[in-house]
């Protein structure tokens, strides 16, 4: 199974960005699906992810209400559409996949722990 991050580029403070992960070996039904990030000199962290089963959703709260996590079954593609972008949103920015149809027992926030993880994409926002 291969992910393929694209999308990335640069933008303006205010600008939106839609991020796309191409997966291909798998179907994505039934899986559930998330973003991560990385910027310079920081750690990892979680952006959003979205279950198969109810489409439960989860944001950092740092995207809340500016970014939503998407998937579209016939592309088998995940997407990630960045609205109001911020020079803090600058970032590398992963897409997983997992086997696991629910968030049962909240793992969804954790790159590792997710079956299957894309390269990223660069996102730079200047102000």
């Known amino acids: 199974v291969q992910l393929q991050a694209s999308g990335g580029g640069l933008a303006q403070a205010g600008d939106s960005l839609r991020l796309s992960c191409s997966v291909s070996g798998r179907t994505i039904i039934g899986m559930s699906i998330g973003w991560f990030r990385q910027a310079p000199g920081k750690e990892r962290e979680f952006v959003a992810a979205?279950?198969?089963?109810?489409?439960?959703?989860h944001y950092a709260d740092s995207v809340k209400g500016r970014f939503t996590i998407s998937r579209d079954i016939d592309k088998n593609a995940v997407y990630l559409q960045m609205n109001s972008l911020k020079p803090e949103d600058t970032a590398v920015y992963y897409c997983?996949?997992?086997?696991?149809?629910?968030?049962?027992?909240?793992?969804?926030?954790?790159?590792?722990?997710?079956?299957?993880r894309g390269q990223g994409t660069l996102v730079t926002v200047s102000s």
């Open positions: 979205k279950s198969w089963a109810g489409a439960v959703t």
């Open positions: 997983a996949t997992d086997r696991r149809g629910s968030f049962r027992g909240g793992w969804y926030s954790s790159l590792d722990l997710y079956t299957f």
